[in-house]
C-alpha cells in the first residue's frame, strides 16, 4: 500500500468515524447518562464487533450480502428496528437515575452484535474491502494496515462522543434538560434508521 492509498484510507476513516451514527449516538447517550465508565463496555465492543465485521467481509461475507438482496433487507430491517427500539426506550429517560437503569442499559454483547445490523458499519466495511484489500496481490498485509487502523478509529470516535456526554453529565442533572438530551439523541437514532430506509 503506497502513502497516497494510506492517506485516503485515513481520510475515509475520519470522515466516516468522527461522523454521527448510531454508534457515536449511543456512546453519548449512554456517557450522558451513567458517566464515561460506565459507557466503557460499549466503547470496547464497538471496536470488536466492527473488526469482525471487517474480517469477515474481507473473507468472503461481503460479496454475499452485497449477492443476496434479501440478505442485505434482512440486515437493514433488524437495524432499524434496533434503532427504533433504542430511541425509543431513550427518549423516556427523564433523570439520571432512571436512565442508569435498563433504558440505556447496552452489554457489550449487544454493543458487538450491533455492527452486524448497522448499514453504516457495512457500507465502511464493504468500501474498505473493494477499495483497498479484496483483488490486491498482497490483500492479507493490506488487510492487516487496514484493520489496525480502523480499530483505532472506531474506538477513538467513540471514546470522544462519550467523553462530550460525560463532560455534559452535570449540567443535564438540572431540570429537563437530561430529558430533552435523550429526546434529541433519540431523534438522531431515529434520523439514523430514516437514512438506513433508503441506504
Not at 494496515?145 to 467513540?158: E, K, Q
Request: proline share 3%; with cysteine.
Amino acid at each position: 500500500m503506497n502513502w497516497q492509498e494510506f492517506t485516503a484510507l485515513l481520510v475515509l476513516a475520519t470522515a466516516m468515524s468522527f461522523s454521527p451514527g448510531p454508534n457515536t449516538t449511543l456512546s453519548t447517550a449512554i456517557a450522558a447518562n451513567g458517566g464515561l465508565k460506565r459507557a466503557m463496555r460499549f466503547l470496547l465492543a464497538v471496536p470488536v464487533g466492527w473488526s469482525l465485521l471487517l474480517a469477515l467481509c474481507a473473507a468472503g461475507l461481503g460479496a454475499l450480502v452485497v449477492a443476496e438482496p434479501a440478505l442485505r433487507v434482512a440486515i437493514k430491517t433488524l437495524g432499524i428496528g434496533y434503532l427504533l427500539w433504542l430511541a425509543f426506550k431513550l427518549s423516556g429517560s427523564a433523570t439520571l437515575g432512571s436512565a442508569e437503569g435498563r433504558a440505556l442499559d447496552i452489554g457489550f454483547g449487544q454493543g458487538v452484535m450491533l455492527q452486524f445490523v448497522n448499514i453504516k458499519a457495512w457500507l465502511l466495511a464493504l468500501t474498505l474491502v473493494a477499495g483497498w484489500i479484496a483483488g490486491q496481490p498482497d490483500a492479507w498485509q493490506r488487510y492487516a494496515i487496514v484493520a489496525p487502523v480502523m480499530l483505532v478509529y472506531a474506538f477513538t470516535s467513540n471514546f470522544v462522543y462519550a467523553l462530550v456526554g460525560s463532560l455534559l453529565r452535570h449540567w443535564l442533572a438540572e431540570g429537563k434538560r437530561l430529558l430533552w438530551f435523550n429526546r434529541a439523541m433519540a431523534l438522531v437514532l431515529v434520523l439514523t434508521a430514516w437514512w438506513m430506509v433508503g441506504a
